[in-house]
Every structure is written in C-alpha cells, then in structure tokens.
C-alpha cells in the first residue's frame, strides 16, 4: 500500500458516548441497538470535523467481553446494528463509500474534496490473558476473532448498502501473540479487506515495539500498521521514532488526549486540540501516514489534527516530509535492535547465578529438603534445622509459599533470610506461586528477590485459599504457572513480559512442578510442553511412590526434556501415608505402600523406619533416570530427611577433612 495524502482517522467514539452520559457499567456496544441515534451523532461529528476514516462502535464486540455481561447472544445483531449506524451516518453526511477496499487509493486531492470515508470496523483485545501468560489457548483466541469476524461478513452480504464496512483495525493490542491469532481468525474468512494492527505500549516497550514492526508489519497478510492510546502524543511520537526504521508499511498514530484526571466520579482528559494538532504535524513529519485520536479525543481534536495535515499538506505541495525528524530522546530503530541484541544476550548469564543449576552443569546429583517456614517470626529453630543439613552436606532448601494455602513467612522473604544467615552457605529455593499477587506484585517480588540474592526459584500455581486457615481470602491467579514461567524467563533477558527494557536482568534458575501421576496425563504433558517452551530450566515432581509412573512419564517427556529433581516423602505413619494418598492433590501411593506402613502398626519408630526404607527404595531405583531429589522433612523434623538420604549426601566434616 502506498498511501499518498495523510488518512485522517476520528477519535475516541467511547469518549464521545460517555460524554452523552452513558456510563461505562455496561458495554457501548449496546448503543448501537439501545441508542442508535447516539452512536450516528457521534459518527456525524467526527465526518463534520474531516475524518474519512471512521471507527465503528464494536471495539469489545467479542464472546469473552460480552459474556461478562450475559449479552454474548446479541454479538451477531450488535455488530449488524453498529454496521448500519455507520453506513446511515454516512449517508446522512452526504458522504459515499469508496470504490474499492484498496485504502491506498486515497488521492492527494480526496482528503480535500472527496466525498469518500471509509468504515473501519473495530477489534479490540479479548479481556483475558492469552498463552504464554494466560489459560486462553491461541486457537481459542484465533476461534473468538473468526466469530466475530464472521457476523460482521454475514451483516454486509445480506445488507450491502446497508452495512459495508472497507477495512478492519485491530486497536488497543498489547501482546502480539492475541494480534496474531486476531489476525489468523479474521483473515481464515476474510482474505479482501485491509487490517490495520494497531498496539497500545509505552516507549520504553523497545522488545515489543522492534517484535511488532518486524513480526506484525512482515505479514503480508496486514496491510498497516498502528500505535494508539498508550500515554499520549509526546510518547507515541518516540515509539514512532523507534519503529519508522525497522519496517516499510504505512504507520497510523491514534493517541489518546494524555492522562485522564478522575473529578467528582467522572474521568477527564486535558489535552487541548491544539496540542494535539502540533503532534499530528510532528507525527506526519516523521513518516505517520494517518493520524486520528483515541481516548479522551472527540471532534475538536479531529479538527485540529485536519487542519494541520491540510496545513503540511499545502506547504510541501502534496509531498510528504517523510524524513524531517525531530530530536527524540530515544533509540531509533537501529538502536532499539542492538540494545534487543544485547537483551536477549542476557539469558546466558542465568546459570552463573543458580546454584541448582550450576550443581547439575557439573554432573553432581541436586539434593534439596524441603523445610516449611515459620508461622511467626521465630526463626531460631528453622535455622537449627538449616545448620543440620549445612552440616550433614545439603545446602539447599526447598521453602512451600503458603502450602495447603496456610499463612507463613513469605517464601522469598526466609530465601533471603537463609543465604544472609547462614553466610551464602546454604541456598533457599523458594517456591513462588501465583495465588496471592497481581501481575504488577508478580514482577516486583520477582525483582526484589533477586536484588536481595535469590536465584533459584520453583513456580507453582498455589493450593486455592479454601484449602487454608483464611477461607475468605482472595485467589487471584491473574496467571497460572505457565504464564509466571514466561514472566521470570522474561526478567532473565531484562524485560518486562510487556516489552519493557529494564536496563538490568535477573539470573533465576527456574523450577516448575512435574506431575507424572496426574489423572489427565494428556493435559499434563501439553502444560508441560508450554512450561519447557515457556522458559524453565528445571523440574521438581510432587512426592513419588510408584517408580514405574516416573519411568512412563521420562519416556513421554524424551523429546521435551528438563533436569527432574524428583520428590520424595518419608512416611511416618499409615495415618500419614492414608492422608497423603486421599487429601494430597497428584500424589499416587500403590497399595503395597499402604501395606508396608500398615504392618507397623501403632509402633511410631517401626512405622518411621519402613516409611525411611520406602523413600531410600524409590530413590534407588530412580537415581539413574534424575538429576537428584527433593525430600521433605515431614512434620518439619529435618532428621528423618537425613535418614532418608544416607548414603547420597556427605556430611560437611568428611568433606573438610579431605
């Protein structure tokens, strides 16, 4: 597409409509059957102000945000309805369709005098998190997209004059991955119309800016390229500094009208028009091909943004300046690849860090005990137990986050605690779960620990909070460990899972959880494919009695395979052993198990000692197959651990005295 005369686009038609004192408790999209003459009005303002481009009103027109509402019955007539509030606006402007859906065909004279505006019909994000962080697979997404898309094809063929649209903008985008599968869907029914892909990120974004104009703008199936809303036109004037050198398709700016201001329960943009019209014109200048506005923006601004493109346009004599940049404190796109380069260089410094790691780099078999944190702030007989096995020659320990959802000390707190205490002698892996943090508390705990010298992590879901001593507590789950994998492997090249350059990198070892006894096998092997493509280095299985269960679940993985610390439970009693066996999710003990701990009878030393032999047993059998083992102190007694591991550890002085 060559594009020779600047598209002007509308701005924010949810502003416009919020302003007419529709309130945002329910989806705008619902005007277009509720309030039709609302939506046309806002339509005819922005044509009045000189866009020929406009946004119709179905930006959330999806099943996932509709079935918040229980209105996803009504997607197919909300985006027939929307269809035809453009059309009629159209009309009543006195304005015509173009006559192909070629939006390069704009001459330089139409933006003057043409009676043309193009209909652009809106696609905006599902609402939920997509893979690699989300549980919404990518064909589902791709599916979501062919539905909507599919409505909106149905409504055109059956009412042509009625409800013709001329191109898609896909709007508002901040991970490439749900544009992708929006693209993928829309294009598996519609091969005619352009789409403009359009991503709402902040400057700083430079790995998901570079990403989108090599990955997005290399498709060509996506015929322009866009960057709306993020925190107004100063910013997105440096992100179109940064990706005007990287691809060759036409770029669009829509920025919102900066910051809002909430006052007396209603939000409020202060970007004046004419602010806004001096960064259309720096946006034309460095090589924008359409500008328009997004939040915030209404028919004033569409008119200032005219007037400055008219403007530029009669100055240069119908040529674009299109390499007349300003002074941007920023990377250009040259620089934003080499400091990508150097980002994703990162990641090769993870090892150095882990102590786990390092340990299996050598060959060594990895030995970590499981210790449960304190329930207070008393630590003196934790550290007790840590100086036992420091001592007794293992110097890593497993700390649960909040197991079977009980509060304790935090798991990265008491990491920390353990390397300063005991000198970095003894390593804390802590557990870390998706349970109790927000993405944005995810990232700055992550951050915080490994300022404060954790490297080694473990990543699990987290047991729901019903399960816990605080029933009422909140389980947030933004991500699942899948998503917290990707998110620390992420931190490991420097950036943010947004794009964000951070100017340093973390150096986790990352663990995730291995579940060779999981009912639905078939599940558990395509989660554990995510988990490996994901990101994580290593994994740890919940406790295994059944050795051959391991052996199947080896062979499954070969062609996927991680470094397995396999985990192992002294049982204690048959009580123990029978809890562990009903209440412990993914645990599987065979029957001759139950019986060995049953012939101890109510003899607790007996019923220890078979439940020490049971582990040394699996740990036997399975040391050739893992990388090493990761025993719990059941009931917190450190002491039982050791006897399981005789044979498989040193203690220190030995190694002293050699």
């Not at 408790?25 to 619902?30: D, Q």
């Not at 003459?37 to 005819?44: K, L, M, P, Q, T």
């Not at 036109?233 to 005007?244: E, F, G, H």
């Not at 295994?544 to 395979?561: A, E, Q, V």
Request: aromatic letters at 6%.
């Amino acid at each position: 597409i060559s594009i020779t005369s600047p598209l002007v686009f509308d701005g924010g038609v949810g502003t416009e409509l919020y302003d007419r004192g529709f309130y945002i408790n329910r989806p705008f999209e619902e005007l277009n059957l509720l309030s039709p003459r609302d939506v046309i009005a806002v339509h005819e303002s922005y044509i009045a102000a000189g866009a020929n481009v406009l946004t119709l009103n179905t930006f959330s027109a999806n099943q996932p945000q509709f079935k918040k509402f229980d209105i996803e019955e009504n997607l197919g007539p909300l985006i027939a309805a929307a269809l035809q509030c453009g059309n009629t606006a159209r009309t009543n402007a006195g304005k015509t369709r173009p006559k192909s859906f070629d939006i390069g065909a704009v001459s330089p004279n139409e933006n003057e005098t043409s009676d043309c505006v193009r209909l652009a019909f809106s696609v905006g994000p599902i609402g939920e998190l997509v893979e690699p962080l989300g549980s919404v697979g990518l064909d589902e997404a791709r599916t979501i997209y062919k539905k909507t898309a599919s409505f909106a094809l149905e409504a055109a063929s059956a009412s042509p004059e009625e409800n013709a649209f001329e191109l898609y903008i896909l709007e508002t985008f901040t991970n490439l991955s749900e544009l992708e599968a929006a693209i993928d869907g829309i294009r598996s029914v519609d091969q005619e119309r352009p789409i403009l892909a359009s991503i709402s990120v902040k400057s700083s974004q430079i790995e998901i800016l570079a990403n989108f104009a090599e990955r997005i703008g290399g498709r060509c199936d996506v015929e322009l390229l866009g960057l709306n809303c993020s925190e107004g036109p100063s910013d997105l004037l440096s992100s179109l500094v940064k990706i005007r050198g990287i691809t060759e398709k036409p770029i669009i700016i829509q920025p919102n009208a900066g910051t809002p201001r909430h006052v007396n329960g209603r939000y409020f943009y202060m970007t004046s028009p004419d602010y806004l019209a001096k960064y259309a014109k720096r946006f034309v200048e460095n090589g924008a091909q359409g500008v328009g506005g997004c939040c915030g923006t209404g028919p004033e601004h569409i008119r200032a943004i005219r007037g400055a493109i008219k403007m530029l346009a009669a100055q240069a004599a119908g040529e674009l300046k299109r390499a007349t940049p300003i002074e941007v404190l920023s990377p250009g796109g040259s620089e934003a690849r080499a400091i990508l380069s150097s980002v994703h260089d990162a990641e090769l410094v993870v090892e150095l860090k882990s102590v786990l790691l390092s340990k299996i780099a050598r060959g060594e078999k990895a030995i970590t005990v499981e210790m449960i944190p304190p329930r207070g702030t008393s630590s003196e007989k934790f550290l007790a137990g840590v100086k036992l096995l420091q001592d007794s020659g293992v110097d890593c320990v497993n700390i649960p986050d909040g197991a079977r959802a009980m509060t304790r000390i935090g798991s990265l707190h008491m990491a920390s605690f353990i390397t300063r205490e005991t000198g970095g002698k003894t390593t804390g892996i802590p557990h870390f779960t998706t349970r109790d943090r927000n993405l944005i508390a995810l990232q700055s705990d992550l951050l915080g620990a490994s300022l404060n010298g954790v490297h080694d992590l473990l990543i699990v879901t987290g047991d729901p909070p019903k399960l816990g001593n605080n029933r009422e507590a909140t389980a947030v789950y933004d991500i699942d460990s899948i998503g917290l994998t990707y998110l620390a492997s992420c931190l490991n090249r420097g950036v943010s899972p947004n794009g964000d350059v951070l100017g340093s990198a973390t150096h986790f070892g990352i663990g995730v959880a291995s579940n060779p006894t999981a009912i639905n096998i078939d599940l558990e092997w395509k989660r554990w494919n995510y988990k490996v493509e994901s990101g994580a280095h290593y994994a740890v299985t919940q406790p295994i009695f059944d050795p051959d269960k391991m052996k199947r679940w080896l062979d499954r993985i070969s062609k996927n395979h991680l470094p397995h610390l396999v985990g192992i439970w002294p049982l204690v009693s048959l009580r123990n052993a029978e809890f562990m066996a009903n209440e412990v999710p993914g645990v599987h003990i065979p029957g001759w198990v139950l019986s060995e701990m049953e012939k101890a009878g109510d003899n607790r030393a007996e019923a220890e000692k078979r439940g020490v032999e049971i582990a040394m047993r699996v740990m036997e059998e399975l040391a050739p197959l893992c990388e090493g083992f990761c025993v719990s102190a059941p009931l917190g007694r450190v002491s039982i651990a050791l006897d399981a591991l005789t044979g498989m550890i040193t203690p220190k002085a030995s190694l002293d005295a050699h």
